[in-house]
């Protein structure tokens, strides 16, 4: 079984589209998390939702917006895509806000054209 | 402003011998430290974690060290096997926003 599972696994679109990718929890978890992993590597935290409630909210252009309609799901939606934004998704879940373990999904790698 | 560094972009050892993977950091505020692991095309998984309070945390045949005074921690895998090959994050939690803060990450390499 799946713990954090993300869907699509791969994305490629055009500049100017919008897109979604969906992220699915089955441990239980009250917090979930957006990150994007540069060209560079780096992973670099984006969102963070704790039970629905937005917390954590990182410089990110206005273009993405998460949304999670239950404490399972935290799906990322973005707008007039950009060559830039070009980059893997992944999404992770901890128990709640002060846990510090965070378990990752398999990615979405977006390829903005 | 890169608050955790992993300087070393690839290591390799021999099957059997030590991995040591480094990471150094800035944030006096982070309360703990991890150690992820990632095979191309998966997400990090989690590996080893030490609290900022302590200098040692061991888990088989890895162990985390902690330097406060000097601000770096270490990944010990002894002994290193093939399976071991991936690349390592190094991670640290502030005790403000509580979100991760990744390094770079090392491509570790165990030739058999």
């Known amino acids: 079984d799946t713990a954090v599972s993300q869907t699509p696994k791969y994305l490629v679109t055009q500049m100017g589209n919008d897109k979604s990718i969906k992220c699915e929890q089955n441990?239980?978890?009250?917090?979930m998390y957006w990150y994007k992993q540069d060209s560079k590597k780096f992973l670099k935290i984006m969102f963070s939702y704790n039970n629905k409630e937005l917390i954590i909210n990182e410089t990110v252009p206005n273009r993405f917006s998460p949304k999670s309609p239950d404490k399972a799901h935290l799906n990322l939606h973005i707008n007039s895509l950009e060559l830039g934004d070009s980059a893997v998704y992944f999404c992770a879940s901890s128990q709640n806000r002060a846990a510090y373990e965070q378990y990752f999904g398999p990615g979405t790698r977006l390829t903005v054209t | 402003d890169q608050q955790v560094k992993q300087n070393s972009p690839s290591l390799s050892v021999q099957e059997g011998r030590i991995s040591i993977l480094n990471c150094d950091y800035t944030n006096s505020m982070f309360d703990y430290f991890l150690w992820y692991k990632k095979y191309p095309a998966e997400g990090p998984t989690f590996l080893i974690s030490?609290?900022?309070?302590?200098d040692k945390n061991e888990d088989g045949r890895f162990t985390v060290f902690l330097n406060k005074s000097a601000k770096h921690l270490s990944l010990h895998i002894v002994p290193s096997q093939p399976g071991d090959s991936a690349v390592y994050f190094c991670?640290?939690?502030?005790?403000?926003?509580?979100?991760?803060?990744f390094g770079s990450g090392t491509r570790l390499q165990v030739q058999p």
């Open positions: 030490i609290s900022s309070i302590k």
């Open positions: 441990l239980g978890h009250d917090t």
């Open positions: 991670a640290a939690r502030d005790t403000g926003r509580r979100a991760l803060t």
